[in-house]
């Protein structure tokens, strides 16, 4: 594993195209301005697969490569991440308000991932099933996307990386949004129109939202 690692130069980052694990890595390194190689994973591509499994046990993205070291859990790379580029820095300062920060991310993958990977199973009644939750537990949560820019905060932090990647396939899985959550659109907009997303999206992930208006709808 380190023989390969060591091969490289230049940070370099295994990401699945539409994955939103892997997007949420993509912001953090766009938000920072590191230059890094993305290398796009197909199940097709049989020769990036096995390079990929040299480095990580588990084949899976985003998986990142840094020199010698090697990281591949997205939450884990992200903080990785922000320590080794503080500026601007995407956790809070203070140990508290750190520990609510991998709070909030430990939930939003307990209680959103799930229903994404339903939303995403392909099973029709499964995924429906999960839509539904998804869209009462966005409109549940409206009022907290308005109390600041960003969420549960002044600034944009890790807990937007993980939320605005969901937010952005919302058209894709036929979700959308009552008035009562406005809120939560605006968020989205606000989080849309930073330099730093519009730069993490692969051109895959530019076709989910091809000819689509993000807006409420009654």
């Known amino acids: 594993m380190a023989i390969v690692a060591n091969k490289r130069s230049i940070m370099t980052l ?40 040299e480095l990580n046990p588990y084949g899976n993205s985003p998986t990142l490569v840094d020199r010698e ?36 991310i430990y939930r939003i993958d307990r209680e959103w991932g799930d229903l994404v990977r339903k939303i995403e199973s392909g099973k029709t009644a499964d995924a429906q099933a999960a839509s539904k939750e998804l869209r009462n537990y966005l409109i549940k949560l409206a009022p907290v996307f308005s109390n600041s820019a960003y969420f549960l905060n002044e600034d944009f932090s890790l807990v937007d990386c993980c939320i605005a990647p969901i937010l952005w396939r919302l058209p894709a899985w036929g979700i959308t949004l009552p008035p009562e959550a406005k809120a939560v659109m605006k968020y989205a907009e606000r989080m849309f129109a930073r330099d730093s997303f519009q730069a993490s999206l692969t051109e895959a992930e530019h076709e989910l939202r091809k000819s689509e208006k993000f807006e409420v709808v009654s």
């Open 69 to 104: 070291l090697v990281l591949y859990d997205a939450n884990i790379i992200m903080e990785y991440l922000d320590e080794r580029f503080p500026h601007p820095p995407l956790m809070p300062v203070y140990p508290v308000a750190r520990a609510k920060t991998r709070l909030m």
């Open 14 to 53: 295994y990401s699945g195209s539409v994955d939103i694990f892997s997007h949420r890595v993509r912001i953090v390194l766009a938000e920072k301005g590191v230059s890094v190689e993305v290398i796009n994973i197909d199940i097709s591509d049989k020769d990036k697969l096995e390079d990929l499994l």
